[in-house]
């Protein structure tokens, strides 16, 4: 790593804690990626989009990791160990990756339904539900997240359905799916 080259501060550009395990960083990374991916309408921005990448090169490397953690330790003093991983954003984190990928299932159920029944493209919420298989609370919170984006909506049968901004939203969301599969960095080989 050039020790003449400005120092950035990766775990900010990663909005994670030096304490991440590996599979914490590439969560955050990937959240991230597809945030700020310039296919992604309502959020883009390259400049963090390439932040989050340089970041993520640097941090998922054992190697590089332990060599910037020296740099960050000796720029940052006390506050590296200051702070660690609370259980309770732990538990939050959790649930809101979770909650992202649930309320992904619906809308993607939802986009394949209004495509292969576009005259009839509501489905029954209790449906939906069983489908996920969560609590009534959750599957509420989840709905009301939805229409308050406006990516779903009730028909005048009493059934869902996605918007025109949930397929946007979809087709977006898989772009970048897309994208990100193209933009990892790949594994090398120690094996020569």
């Known amino acids: 790593m050039d020790t003449e080259k400005r120092f950035v501060d990766y775990y900010s550009a990663l909005d994670a804690h030096p304490n991440f395990n590996a599979k914490r960083l590439e969560a955050a990374y990937r959240h991230l ?5 310039p296919d992604h309408p309502e959020t883009a921005d390259v400049t963090k989009f390439q932040a989050t990448i340089e970041a993520y090169e640097v941090l998922r490397n054992a190697e590089k990791r332990a060599e910037y953690d020296g740099q960050y330790k000796q720029k940052m003093g006390a ?3 200051q702070a660690s991983e609370d259980d309770e954003i732990d538990i939050d984190e959790k649930h809101a990756i979770s909650d992202a990928e649930a309320q992904e299932r619906i809308l993607f159920y939802l986009y394949k339904r209004r495509r292969e029944h576009a005259q009839e493209p509501g489905v029954v919420g209790y449906y939906l539900q069983e489908l996920l298989e969560c609590s009534d609370d959750l599957f509420e919170f989840y709905l009301w997240y939805l229409k308050a984006k406006g990516f779903i909506s009730g028909t005048e ?5 996605i918007t025109i901004e949930g397929v946007d939203h979809v087709m977006s969301l898989s772009r970048a799916i897309e994208a990100e599969t193209f933009l990892l960095p790949k594994h090398k080989s120690t094996e020569q």
């Not at 990626?33 to 991916?37: D, F, L, V, W």
């Open 33 to 37: 990626a597809r945030m700020y991916h």
């Open 79 to 81: 506050r590296f160990h």
């Open 157 to 161: 049968q009493g059934t869902l359905a």
